[in-house]
């Protein structure tokens, strides 16, 4: 008899729980939040300020940029075992490159950290990579994956994606050209075009 009164007990405790999480589950789609938590794990978007400021001031497409962060380091700040660092992945040799031909004041390694920092070199090497393929974002963003000379060799300006013969180059450039759309239907306002249909 004292077990079937443990076991109801448990019974309505755990049934008075379920029904309180579905509650609050409820609650959460209602509100939103969960569309939003749902959206930062799957497509996340930070210092968007930035990305917007580096977009008109280089002329580059806010989107792409949000879409090359978003597969080079998925928004964390890491380093790779190339020694790419920071949200969009910049080597020290790049980072070198960019400071004396940007005119930056001062530059250290460590700067690579900074998002601002390494968000306003990623768009000028890609504002300079667009220039040099006129604009091509599949050669721009081949160059940006596997270097210019890879670039040019597989045809430089008018490279379509099929044409890559690297596979890890390939899928880079589907995945940011994909994410890039993603970023300007979900993040229209947040990236500056105002609300898209």
Sequence with gaps: MRRKAIRRRRFVALGTTAAL???????LVASGAF???????????RHEDVIRQQADEKGVDAAL???????ESKFRDQTSSAGARGLMQ????????I???SEATSFELNDLGDPEINIRYGTFL??????????DEAAALSAY????????KWGGSGLTV????FPETRAYVEEVLEKRDEYRREYASELGYGNLP
């Design 35 to 45: 569309d939003h938590a749902l959206q930062e794990l799957t497509l996340p978007l």
């Design 126 to 135: 890609l504002a300079e990579l667009l220039e040099r393929y006129d604009g």
């Design 65 to 71: 940029i949000a879409a090359v962060i978003y597969s």
């Design 145 to 152: 994956n596997a270097g210019p000379g890879n670039a040019d």
């Design 21 to 27: 999480l579905g509650v609050l589950v409820g609650a």
């Design 99 to 101: 400071a004396r031909n």
């Design 90 to 97: 910049i080597t020290p040799e790049a980072a070198d490159t």
């Design 162 to 165: 099929e044409e890559i013969p």
